[in-house]
């Protein structure tokens, strides 16, 4: 049995999901997704978990741009539950997480962010970090709390801004090290929950 099992969370395109599922894949992550989840209906992620066989389910998100209807979010708990994911894995989900998901998974969802937070949270942290001139920036893995982009940071790895960066090169630069640094501290989540068993 996997040390791990997951549930992921995701908006866009997958490519971290992809990295983690790749690492699995090759056995340097012992973990197994048991879902994946999304509140776009045709984002690239539930794609990627079709493509590998893991259950994808899409979410309506309800009426709010920030977070997901109270009732939403609440069958997302439900999904993780039936798919008994023990771990969230926040892989570019763009809403804020509330109670009904944080009292269901304490201390057991973690989000992978693109800039060094405290450092630019929010949404398109990359551009914050060109626009405010930064000579470093990078991503960060942290746990995931009631405010955004404030939980206890776990890892962090830097990305140096270059003259000529434009959003997208320096974007593409930190999602590099992100597909690294998520699945090397998933790893590490793996290894200290086996050795507790
Ligand atoms: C990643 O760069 C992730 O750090 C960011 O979204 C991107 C998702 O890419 N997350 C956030 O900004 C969360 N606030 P992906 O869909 O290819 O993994």
Redesign the pocket.
Known sequence: MAALKLGVL?S??????RAIADAITRGSLDAEVGIVISDVPDA??LSLARERGIRAEFVPPGKFKSKLEPSAEQRVVELLNEAGAEWVV?????RMIKAPLLDAFPRRII????SLLPAFP????WKLALAAGATTTG?TVHYVDAGM?TGEVIAQAETPVQPDDTPESL?AR??AE?HKLYPAVLASLARIHTSRR
């Open positions: 995701g866009g395109k997958g490519s971290n999901f690239g992620i926040l892989a570019g989900w763009m989000n992978i962010h693109p929010g949404l398109e942290a991503c982009d974007h930190i999602q992100e």
